[in-house]
């Protein structure tokens, strides 16, 4: 069965740091592209970041550059995403995507939630 | 940056009712547009991709269609188990990003 599984989320003051992970099973994991995907409560769906199966090729929302880092460890079968200097819009619960390819997200996570408040 | 504007934000319709909802983008996507479907407390599920194919397992009274700047999404007849939000989607691989419309919020009359 093809599963992701996200964990880490959790509360945390403004301007600490977070590290949030997910992991893999039931596909190759180093064969595809992945993302990290993120909804405000009562809001939409937000991307956050992505990565390419060999990390080649990484990318951010303006809304998280220089304080979120993607990474991936395809031997661990596991995604991460580094966060630091939080603030409280980054308030959301996070999803993990599986990239099947062209930017169709077949495969999430249940999502872990993260919380940015004193 | 390209921005995709979704409309309606919400509707309400009756069970059997065609319902239909569409996805603006700023500047000429081709056919790259996916459109998912979220309900409640669960995470969104892939309906459609590359603007008018359905995925493997959805229901062929999903629909979409379009290309360039204008897209169209179409539930033929809507049942009790559809409703959801419905978000279309849109990625870019130069650089690697996506971008998601605001969602449409359905809802049964």
């Known amino acids: 069965e093809v599963q992701l599984v996200e964990s880490g989320g959790g509360l945390v003051q403004p301007g600490r740091s977070l590290r949030l992970s997910c992991a893999v099973s039931g596909f190759t994991f180093d064969d595809y592209a992945m993302h990290w995907v993120r909804q405000a409560p009562g809001k939409g769906l937000e991307w956050v970041s992505g990565?390419?199966?060999?990390?080649?090729?990484?990318n951010y929302a303006d809304s998280v550059k220089g304080r979120f880092t993607i990474s991936r460890d395809n031997g661990k079968k596991s995604l991460y995403l580094q966060m630091s200097s939080l603030r409280a819009e980054d308030t959301a619960l996070y999803y993990c995507?599986?990239?099947?390819?062209?930017?169709?997200?077949?495969?999430w996570g249940q999502g872990t939630t993260v919380t940015v408040s004193s | 940056d390209i921005q995709m504007t979704q409309s309606p934000s919400s509707l309400s319709a009756s069970v059997g009712d065609r319902v239909t909802i569409t996805c603006q983008a700023s500047q000429d996507i081709s056919n790259y547009l996916n459109w998912y479907q979220q309900k409640p407390g669960k995470a969104p599920k892939l309906l459609i991709y590359?603007?008018?194919n359905l995925q493997t397992g959805v229901p062929s009274r999903f629909s979409g269609s379009g290309s360039g700047t204008d897209f169209i999404f179409t539930i033929s007849s809507l049942q009790p188990e559809d409703i959801a939000t419905y978000y279309c989607q849109h990625y870019d691989n130069l650089p690697l990003a996506l971008t998601f419309g605001g969602g449409t919020k359905v809802e049964i009359k």
């Open positions: 990565i390419s199966w060999n990390s080649g090729s990484i």
């Open positions: 590359d603007a008018s």
């Open positions: 995507a599986k990239e099947d390819i062209d930017g169709r997200m077949d495969v």
